[in-house]
């Protein structure tokens, strides 16, 4: 295979990996592009493959569902950072573009990884140390001191793998609560909220970024998004170069998700970053001229990246679980968009859906 042509014009077919909400929402901005869209995910009649042109159902590690993929399309992308490494580099080996690139897979797969290759940029975070073991554990918690929070390596999400450490003699039983996996400690931020920054690097270096989102978390879960933000200049101008620095260190293409502490004074520090379109950045849909998803479309596909510039101030909301049965009442209120995600199930915790709430820009 050869490289794709680039820009793709439409009537080209994108390949992505994972067929969850964030597959769906990106399958629909790049049929509104005029692309047909091909999901790779394992589950059958998975949210995204119901609305793409076709769903292969495979493991992400099947070769020959990867060569299917890979025949199928000019560019592939993702949904999720925890793609395995071997399937982007078979992928590679199969000639197929895969955007965002292997360099931003391998960071943000492993929080020690991430962390040290954002102190290696000189991006500011709070103070961390690799643990592998119960020896470097107690290392880690005299360097760090306590209370520190220690966290898996890999994998963990929306508050699981993570243990907090009151004292130092809390530190084998907080190892035993993750599973004496991989880890890393990291010392607390004394934040007064947390602020997130979604930005998009094309394949030209163009970047753009979007308002910064004022986020608010219950239990480890996101449950409401506050855009744009009430910063001021200063830290704008400091989370936008904050950015500006990861996305070209890793000569990455497409949106990208930044999450930040804002502490006393304005001082930001990076917590993580996904590569990859992201939850705080859903209020782009109904409140911004071209949104992440459309964004992130536009960046692997080659096309010119568009506007980013807020329309209304929004209030994004996560349904989870039963909370979606309320879409009758949501639907009648003049002034909230529905965004739900096709899934069946409705556990206890699940994203199975979210709203927009418009508001001026002046309130």
């Known amino acids: 295979m050869t490289a794709p042509a680039l820009p793709l014009p439409p009537g080209s077919t994108l390949g992505i990996l994972g067929g969850g909400q964030l597959g769906r929402m990106l399958a629909q901005a790049a049929s509104r592009l005029g692309f047909d869209v ?7 009649n998975s949210p995204a493959g119901r609305v793409a042109a076709r769903q292969i159902v495979g493991a992400y590690d099947d070769r020959w569902s990867l060569r299917r993929l890979a025949e199928s399309c000019q560019v592939v992308t993702y949904e999720f950072e925890n793609v395995p490494a071997d399937t982007v580099a078979e992928l ?9 690139g292997a360099a931003a897979l391998a960071a943000a797969q492993d929080r020690v990884v991430e962390k040290s290759f954002l102190a290696e940029i000189g991006v500011p975070t709070v103070a961390f140390a690799a643990v592998d073991d119960e ?3 107690l290392a ?13 390596r890999r994998e963990g999400y929306d508050g699981k793998g993570q243990a907090w450490i009151q004292r130092p003699a809390d530190a084998i039983a907080a190892f035993e609560k993750i599973g004496r996996q991989p880890a890393i400690l990291e010392a607390p931020a ?11 690097r094309g394949r030209n270096g163009e970047i753009v970024c979007y308002p910064l989102s004022d986020n608010h978390h219950e239990g480890g879960v996101l449950r409401r998004t506050i855009a744009p933000a009430k910063v001021t200049p200063a830290e704008r101008d400091a989370a ?15 949106v990208i998700g930044v ?11 990076v917590n993580e970053f996904a590569p990859r379109v992201h939850n705080t950045g859903h209020w782009t849909q109904d409140g911004c001229e071209v949104d992440q998803f459309e964004q992130h ?17 929004v209030e994004m909301t996560n349904l989870l679980g039963s909370e979606v049965e309320a879409w009758k009442k949501l639907a009648a209120e003049p002034e909230t968009r529905i965004h739900l995600y096709g899934k069946g199930e409705a556990r206890p915790g699940r994203k199975m859906g979210h709203v927009n709430r418009l508001r001026s820009l002046e309130g």
């Open 135 to 137: 020896e470097s554990l």
């Open 190 to 200: 004394d934040f007064g909220r947390e602020l997130s920054v979604i930005a998009a």
């Open 92 to 100: 590679t080996a199969l000639g197929c573009e895969v955007a965002p």
């Open 140 to 152: 880690a918690v005299a360097k760090i001191g306590a209370p520190s929070l220690l966290k898996t």
């Open 240 to 254: 936008e170069a904050i950015v500006a620095k990861i996305l070209t260190a890793l000569n990455y293409v497409g």
């Open 38 to 44: 091909v999901i790779l995910d394992p589950e059958e």
């Open 297 to 313: 479309i536009r960046a692997v596909a080659g096309w010119p990246l568009g506007p980013t510039a807020p329309h209304a101030r």
């Open 259 to 269: 999450e930040l502490f804002e502490l006393a004074g304005g001082k930001l520090l």
